[in-house]
């Protein structure tokens, strides 16, 4: 069965820092993985998707993440996060195919002036 | 443009009303989807709609009425509701798997906040 993990509830980091937010999938061909952000109250707002090709995708607001088959993994990073980017964030897989996508449970983003 | 609109933004409904929500989008999408979400939870898949017809239904209660109009528009019908059915409803739409090369990205709305007194 499809899962999503983002092992980390909350992170907290200083603003101007890097920011990792890591994410592991278990699905058995090949996933669909995406990345949504949601400020309290509101919707989710895509940041980036990958299908297939290039490992690297860079979304929105500066985002990017990288597919690491071997490891399941599909972490998302910002060189330097503002104090807008405090959101919760949640890391999806779906298939081709399959008009479901799974959520994770989502990281809270915290952010130190 | 990749806008879904909601309607109502809030809505409060005693246990005995019936209200509905509405959900919108002009992409062009064929699947349309109820996601319910609770604070501090990720969004719980309710119904999936694919080319107008209900294609998923993740054992909802029948409290929770689902509509698909036409390719556009999306109603989710409510009566009866309990206090723990107060919570942010989300409307997404995609491409429909069925579609040729389609891919399910979901385009979501930014909720109807629902409270069941």
């Known amino acids: 069965a499809q899962s999503v993990t983002q092992p980390d509830i909350h992170i907290t980091v200083s603003e101007g820092a890097s920011l990792e937010l890591r994410c592991n999938y278990s699905y058995g061909a090949t996933p669909y993985l995406f990345w949504y952000v949601q400020s309290p109250g509101q919707g989710l707002q895509l940041l980036l998707k990958y299908f297939s090709g290039d490992t690297l995708v860079q979304g929105i607001k500066g985002f990017e993440a990288e597919f690491k088959r071997s490891q399941s993994s599909f972490n998302l990073r910002k060189p330097s996060v503002h104090w807008s980017d405090a959101a919760e964030y949640f890391c999806?897989?779906?298939?081709?195919?399959?008009?479901?996508?799974?959520f994770g449970k989502g990281t809270r983003l915290h952010i130190l002036p | 443009d990749t806008e879904v609109t909601q309607t109502p933004k809030h809505l409060v409904m005693g246990m005995t009303n019936k209200k509905s929500l509405k959900c919108e989008q002009h992409?062009?999408?064929?699947?349309m989807y109820w996601y319910k979400q609770k604070a501090k939870k990720p969004p719980e898949l309710m119904f999936v709609?694919?080319?107008?017809?209900?294609?998923i239904n993740e054992s909802v209660p029948s409290r929770f009425s689902p509509e698909c109009p036409n390719s556009s528009l999306l109603n989710l019908h409510l009566h009866a509701l309990q206090p723990e059915d107060s919570a942010l409803y989300l409307c997404?739409?995609?491409?429909?798997?069925?579609?040729?090369?389609?891919?399910?990205?979901?385009?979501f709305g930014a909720g109807t906040r629902l409270s069941v007194l």
């Open positions: 999806a897989v779906g298939a081709r195919g399959d008009d479901k996508i799974i």
């Open positions: 997404a739409s995609s491409q429909s798997s069925r579609g040729h090369g389609a891919k399910n990205i979901q385009y």
């Open positions: 992409m062009g999408h064929r699947a």
């Open positions: 709609y694919s080319y107008e017809k209900l294609s």
